[in-house]
């Protein structure tokens, strides 16, 4: 302030500014815009353009506040970089025919997480679940005809450890954009029409014949034609519903249904059930995908001229997959699944991909080869189905239960969440010939009765909709419970060790002998722009050979199939521990890179899916870094100590009379006896750096663990964080200044410890003197300094771990117990009266910490989950 009031007219324009630069930027919300117009015809997703049928597309530009102050424009679709709620805005306008002749429908193929939606302030509806689609009927009293109709949908993106489905993401998860993230678009139906149609579809592989069950909702509102009995209008002005198949590549009518007379009542919604028996059918393949469209209408019948009053049309097929015992069949013959596994993610448009992106990686999956994809985390664009059903693309279809705890996966308010997800996931797609199979979760618990039981009424819904068989996600654990209650095996194996993964598929095998094994996903990290060989294990070279190992190794286990771990890089809500610079929520796990560029490891997949040769691969020179920074800290510390112990003899006789007669010791500080101030400050400095040292060396060990990556994660809630403690993992110098940083703020919070019990006490003791007591009574904490400068070394060799921990931990109780012998003597009372208060205040602090970050972040359910979930190939 003084520095303002003596040059004003310097530092306040700069003030200025700055501000003039930074304000609009801050009310700023970070998008990822796609906005792209909904595309129009057959193959859409859902909802194809029929004559009788009124789309009015509201993506393109809307407006977006997260305040309800300040407004900015955006394209929608789009996907928000942020967590929050936030409204937005835009107008349509109807004309009055359309107005009069027409029923709206909003329907919206997915908002992100929590979506209520107004129009001209009348509340719609509430949905949520952002990857399902959303659909209201719009009651007539909210539109206008001839004027600007104003939309208004708000959109809660705050996830939850408990009650919303994803819950608050953990390490390896996806990123959960917010907002209008897919297309949206008014449907205008006529006043009698279709409301819903869902088709089943059989095929007899012996005898060719297709089977074709509809069953489908005739809806009337206002409909002028029902002004008389439709019952006994038979021949004069009847109202007739049909259903035909047309074979999409001929375009000819393969089965219709005999006219059904509608027995209609004005407001009233009628079921209509139809059966189609095709002869000769063909049945969907991988690699002929025959496809055909089903059509319904609604038509009146005036003597011999027909009217169409509405129509539907569907993409389906009749498909052809089986399974028994341990393996899939198509048309009774074997098939291997040659699986990717695929995510909702781009850099340039979040989980807002246009239709040529979508289009573009579909086709890469398949010229690799393969035969299926697995859509990972949650239900994908209606459009990245029509592209499986039209490219010869199995599709495996996940809920977004991804990491779930058991302990959540059993209360009412997570199971209320996703049961109506999994409903609007089945309807949605199960007519889809290239679906496959249903997923109900992943990385969960097997073991536990209550995601056994979780699964299981799931798995009950799904099957009462559609007969395609469930799985579920698990890591390899001894008791699987999961396995009782699903038809396929699904599992996750990690171990890069070729022999390793070999004995775990023979292990897998045998255990579920008894129906399909996938191997849900299984592949190496990589860093994009490494070409070093494949004896470094983040290299592109490395990545394609073990592709070109493990897929062998999958092909010769005999097992169903599998799917490789990523079609591309992949953005997620944390940081990774695993990942050694640049964006550490980029998950590199990918054959091609987030912006699809192919990698090494791409050709390799393709190699293998084509059964064809792939060329030697380069073992390159590779050496590991040298963390000389571990060495050169202890040897500075060791040196400094060293010194100032043989030059500074006040220094000496303190650490003498600390050690070997520590009452004396406390005692001087207790009566105020001077101790070197400039030594304790050094002294401060070398044991925090100790203490910086080995835990960087344990961080620099465990740093490519994902186990631990996970464990930081449940415990460290705060991505800042633990963004910074993953860069101190991988790099040794900026982990040992922070870690320095951080235990000398550490010994702060110590010394206003040692004040507070003092204080309950009643003991008058100076913040300078409870600073000098935690300090040297931590003294024993810098025989650790030549351990921590080899800490990484010693850790290589495995015999060696569990001796490193037993030393530090009791070097470390040592410390703690003399700082609290320390406190009996400066405060003069019994060591047993110390310890019990220390105790007390040091179990009130954890207990509030635990029960805080419990009750918010499900802390005890996670761990719970993460030490469940361990697996067991390592």
Request: net charge neutral; with cysteine.
């Amino acid at each position: 302030m003084a520095i303002i009031s003596r040059y004003p007219r310097f530092i306040l324009p700069i003030v200025g500014a700055l501000l003039a630069i930074v304000n609009p930027l801050a009310g700023q919300i970070e998008v990822l815009s796609n906005g792209q117009a909904l595309r129009a015809g057959l193959d859409v997703g859902l909802y194809p353009d029929t004559p009788t049928r009124l789309k009015i597309d509201l993506t393109g530009t809307w407006t977006v506040s997260a305040n309800g102050q300040d407004w900015q424009e955006i394209s929608v679709p789009s996907s928000i970089d942020e967590v929050g709620t936030f409204t937005f805005r835009r107008t349509f306008t109807l004309s009055e025919k359309q107005l009069t002749d027409r029923v709206f429908t909003f329907v919206a193929y997915g908002i992100n997480h929590d979506a209520e939606v107004f129009i001209n302030e009348t509340y719609i509806g509430r949905h949520i679940g952002g990857y399902t689609t959303v659909q209201f009927e719009i009651p007539e009293n909210a539109l206008a005809a001839g004027s600007e109709n104003a939309i208004q949908v708000v959109v809660h993106n705050n996830l939850s450890a408990r009650t919303t489905a994803p819950t608050r993401m953990s390490s390896e998860g996806w990123r959960t954009y917010g907002g209008i993230i897919r297309g949206l678009f008014l449907l205008g139906t006529p006043r009698l029409w279709i409301d819903h149609s869902t088709p089943r579809l059989t095929f007899n592989a012996e005898t060719r014949e297709g089977r074709v069950a509809v069953r489908s909702l005739i809806s009337n509102r206002g409909f002028a034609g029902l002004s008389f009995d439709s019952a006994s209008a038979v021949g004069r002005n009847a109202y007739l519903f049909g259903v035909e198949l047309i074979d999409r590549a001929t375009e000819a009518v393969v089965a219709q249904s005999a006219p059904q007379v509608l027995t209609l009542e004005p407001l009233k919604d009628l079921e209509v059930q139809s059966t189609l028996i095709v002869p000769n059918a063909r049945g969907w393949r991988v690699d002929q995908p025959d496809l055909y469209v089903l059509r319904t209408t609604v038509y009146q019948q005036e003597g011999r001229l027909r009217s169409v009053i509405d129509q539907t049309l569907h993409i389906t097929g009749f498909p052809t997959a089986t399974y028994r015992k341990g393996q899939f069949y198509e048309n009774g013959i074997r098939m291997g699944l040659q699986g990717v596994t695929w995510r909702e993610s781009d850099p340039e448009h979040g989980a807002s991909l246009t239709y040529e992106q979508m289009d573009r990686d579909m086709a890469m999956i398949k010229s690799l080869g393969a035969n299926a994809v697995r859509f990972a985390f949650h239900p994908p664009h209606p459009y990245l189905l029509n592209l499986c059903a039209r490219y010869g693309l199995y599709a495996f279809i996940e809920l977004p239960v991804w990491n779930v705890p058991a302990a959540v996966l059993a209360e009412d308010a997570f199971r209320s969440a996703v049961e109506p997800m999994a409903r609007e996931m089945v309807d949605r797609d199960a007519a889809n010939p290239a679906v496959l199979a249903w997923g109900l979760g992943d990385r969960l618990a097997a073991s536990d009765e209550r995601t056994v039981a979780f699964v299981k009424d799931l798995a009950a819904i799904v099957r009462s909709i559609d007969s395609r068989p469930v799985y579920a996600g698990i890591a390899p654990t001894e008791a699987d419970g999961i396995a009782s209650v699903t038809d396929l095996a699904a599992v996750h194996l990690t171990a890069a060790d070729l022999r390793g993964f070999r004995a775990a598929l023979q292990g897998l095998r045998t255990k579920y002998a008894d129906r399909p094994l996938l191997i849900l996903s299984y592949g190496v990290p990589v860093d994009h722009e490494n070409r070093n060989g494949y004896r470094d294990h983040r290299s592109q070279e490395y990545q394609a050979r073990y592709y070109l190992q493990h897929i062998a190794a999958v092909k010769d286990a005999g097992i169903a199939g599998g799917f490789v771990a990523a079609f591309a890089d992949w953005r997620g809500d944390r940081p990774v521990l695993t990942i050694p610079a640049g964006d550490r929520t980029l998950h590199p796990y990918g054959i091609t890179s987030a912006t699809r560029e192919r990698r090494l490891a791409f050709d390799a997949v393709r190699a293998q899916y084509q059964d064809v040769k792939f060329p030697a691969i380069p073992a390159g020179s590779f050496r590991p870094a040298f963390p000389a920074a571990h060495v050169i800290t202890g040897l500075l510390i060791i040196i400094l100590l060293g010194y100032q112990y043989s030059y500074n003899r006040r220094f000496a006789e303190s650490v003498k009379r600390s050690m070997l007669r520590s009452y004396n010791f406390f005692a001087d500080l207790r009566d105020r006896r001077d101790v070197p101030i400039f030594a304790s400050a050094l002294l401060a400095l070398c044991l925090s750096a100790t203490i910086a040292v080995v835990l960087s060396g344990l961080l620099y060990h465990y740093r490519t663990e994902p186990f631990t990556d996970q464990l930081l994660t449940a415990v460290i809630v705060s991505d800042v964080l633990k963004e910074q403690i993953n860069a101190a993992a991988w790099e040794p110098v900026r982990g040992i200044l922070l870690l320095t940083v951080v235990v000398l703020v550490f010994y702060g919070f110590l010394t206003l410890l040692i004040r507070f019990i003092a204080w309950v006490l009643r003991v008058r003791v100076a913040v300078g003197r409870a600073w000098l007591l935690s300090v040297w009574g931590s003294l024993p904490l810098v025989i650790l300094s030549p351990i921590g400068m080899s800490l990484f070394k010693i850790m290589e060799n495995e015999v060696f771990i569990v001796p490193v921990f037993v030393v530090v931990f009791l070097v470390a109780g040592w410390a703690g117990i003399r700082v609290l012998k320390a406190m009996s003597v400066v405060f003069d009372i019994t060591p047993a009266r110390t310890y019990a208060i220390a105790i007390a205040v040091g179990v009130l602090i954890l207990t509030a910490a635990a029960f805080s970050l419990d009750a918010t972040y499900a802390l005890r359910a996670s761990l719970e989950h993460l030490f469940t979930t361990v697996p067991l190939e390592g």
